[in-house]
């Protein structure tokens, strides 16, 4: 079994690294090095067909190929990692809350959305805090003349501007959380439909809240 699960981690994790291969990304426009990508998909749908000991050996591989092949080593390997993880544990909360107290299906996906969102937006500020405050000012200058120019006005200080840049940063990971969650959700439920050989009992998201009840 540990074997198994080790096997389909790889396979996720390799799967992330591909789509993330393929250069799919749009900017965000009011931080433009922040980026949409699609490939934590791979990622979100090993967690909800298998688990979370799947979705961490994909997030551990992930991040260890990045490190490889990836941009911006080993920073962006790093955040990639953060992120990924935080996101994973952040949702795996919410659906043992929802389902712990007997909520239907959409309202356990929902605040397994809203608790992911809010476990990547702490993590990722704190990330963030360190790029731009003590490793790497220049994105901090770099950010802020980018976001003062999408608002159409100047910060009073500093702090002001970091303040907004950290609101706009959470507003991104609230909307990357969305872009990779939300279509993963009809693939595990075209997955179920077709019950593959491993999922006869149904996936992982299925039965986590089936046993909570």
């Known amino acids: 079994m540990k074997t198994y699960y080790i096997s389909a981690g790889a396979i996720f994790g390799t799967m992330a690294v591909a789509v993330r291969l393929l250069g799919i990304k749009f900017p965000f426009p009011p931080i433009p090095y922040l980026t949409f990508e699609l490939a934590e998909i791979p990622i979100i749908l090993g ?41 994973i544990c952040g949702i795996w909360v919410g659906l043992k809350v929802a389902g712990k107290l007997g909520f239907s299906k959409d309202s356990a996906i929902a605040l397994g ?37 999408f608002l159409g006005t100047s910060f ?33 439920k075209l997955v179920e439909s077709r019950v593959g050989f491993s999922l006869k009992a149904g996936s992982w998201l299925t039965n986590v809240l089936k046993k909570e009840k």
């Open 47 to 87: 967690f909800l067909l298998y688990g979370p000991t799947v979705a961490a050996v994909s997030v551990f591989s992930y991040w260890i190929i990045l490190n490889v092949v990836g941009s911006f080593v080993p920073i962006g390997p790093a955040m990639a990692f953060a992120a990924s993880l935080s996101t």
């Open 113 to 149: 959305f809203i608790i992911g969102s809010t476990f990547r937006i702490i993590v990722m500020s704190l990330f963030n805090y360190i790029i731009l405050c003590v490793l790497m000012p220049s994105f901090f200058d770099f950010a802020s003349k980018s976001l003062s120019t």
């Open 156 to 188: 009073p200080s500093q702090m002001y501007a970091l303040t907004l840049i950290f609101v706009f940063t959470a507003i991104f990971n609230i909307l990357q959380v969305a872009i990779i969650f939300i279509p993963s959700l009809p693939i595990v």
